[in-house]
């Protein structure tokens, strides 16, 4: 089992799915994306450099893509995000939608890639 699997498998069962969704996609679009620990989250990395991880608090859960510039980006382009700097919030109950999802992925990537 990887750190993302563990990770995962610790959550609250009604959780899981809405977090492992996270990872799958990202595994989707970068598919060469290694797990890995930034900021003392568990991750998906490329080129060494953090591509998304989930934090989990006990009110919430957010999507963390490491990068305030990719946040700032994907809130302007999809209405309806909230979250701080460095993350967007989601539930269980108010999933990301695909497209939110999708954009915060390919930003973050492209930023990578520089």
Known sequence: MGLIDVFVTALPVEEQAAVQRIFDAARRIAPTAEEGVSYGLPCLKVAGKGLVAVQRSATQLSLVPFSSET????????????????????????????????????????????
């Open 71 to 114: 946040v700032a980006t994907v809130k302007e382009s999809v209405p309806g995000l909230t979250g701080t700097k460095g993350m967007l919030r989601f539930s269980v109950a108010d999933p990301l939608s695909d497209e939110a999802l999708d954009a915060v992925l390919r930003t973050r990537l492209a930023e990578i890639a520089g």
